[in-house]
């Protein structure tokens, strides 16, 4: 198994909208557009952090791992300010508008693509499922490990 943090906001892999373009000659062409602002330098980063991790491609079934670390809003501090106490009505998980998990999840997965594994296709189980927490410092704890066989 291996593991490693990757540091920055976890940005979710939204949703492609199609464009219709004209050309010259008048046909039309559609460019997909990745909605999501920074998805490009979000899975860069975990590409990097593979590498740096020793990570290569496996081979057959992968299991994975993620741990997505929210920053908490300031207005969840007494005074709005982070290096105050937590309010007692600050939420425990980050359940509103902070990203939904399986496009968190999708953004990691591809982002894996060459690196831990041949295609996100490999990917057979998550051992503990992905977890979405508030932490310290926002990033991604990911884990990959190759699946034994009949387990």
Known sequence: ???????G??????SKRAIPRQTACGKIHV????????????RAAIKRGAVEAG???????????????MQRPAS????????????ASAPIYPCGRVGDLDKLTRAVLDGLDGTAYHDDAQVCMFGK???????????????????????
């Not at 990570?55 to 670390?69: E, H, Y």
Request: positive net charge.
């Open 129 to 151: 499922g992905p977890i979405k927490v508030y932490g310290l410092k926002p990033g991604v704890e990911i884990s990959v490990y190759t699946m034994l066989p009949g387990v």
């Open 31 to 42: 460019a997909l557009i990745e909605m999501s602002k920074g998805l490009k330098g979000w």
């Open 9 to 14: 906001k976890p940005v979710p892999q939204g």
């Open 1 to 7: 198994m291996t593991s490693f943090f990757v540091a």
């Open 55 to 69: 990570l290569t491609p496996l081979d057959g079934p992968v299991g994975v791992d993620l741990t997505f670390f």
């Open 76 to 87: 969840h501090h007494v005074s709005g300010s982070h290096d105050r106490p937590l309010k």
